[in-house]
């Protein structure tokens, strides 16, 4: 089956687990996280080893340790979090990268862009704030 927008995994992951880090009282570790998104545990150490790279979250060892947020959960946005996953995302007048088009104007219309833009958009506006009670 085709899907025009898709979402990975890991940002699948990301997006779903700062959610259950804002919205725990103390520390989530690995095993809770991978049990309510459905994930394997080892793709979620992963990911979460880089959003504690990246500075989102800090992370305690041992048999009480987990994860907690860096930041205040208003201060922290979607986009913040699917671009530590995915890398920044940018938008191209051409959806192909061409720097010529052999044609007059394209033919995609420039939908492929307005859908990025809008995409980002909707990213930027929704923070871990807004899910707290999710």
């Known amino acids: 089956m085709s899907r025009i927008v898709t979402i990975s995994e890991a940002a699948h992951i990301a ?17 809770k996280i991978s049990e309510k998104t459905d994930s394997s545990k080892h793709h979620v150490a992963k990911i979460f080893q880089r959003l504690v790279k990246e500075g989102m979250v800090t992370s305690q060892r041992g048999p009480n340790g987990g994860f907690k947020l860096n930041k205040k959960p208003e201060d922290i946005t979607f986009l913040d979090i699917y671009e530590v996953i995915e890398g920044e995302i940018t938008t191209q007048e051409c959806p192909l990268e061409k720097p010529i088009c052999p044609f007059k104007r394209c033919i995609m219309n420039g939908i492929t862009q307005r859908l990025t833009k809008e995409f980002k958009q909707y990213l930027s506006e929704q923070t871990l704030a807004e899910y707290k009670d999710y």
């Open 15 to 31: 997006l779903h687990g700062m959610i259950l880090v804002s919205q725990s009282d103390g520390l989530i570790n690995v095993i």
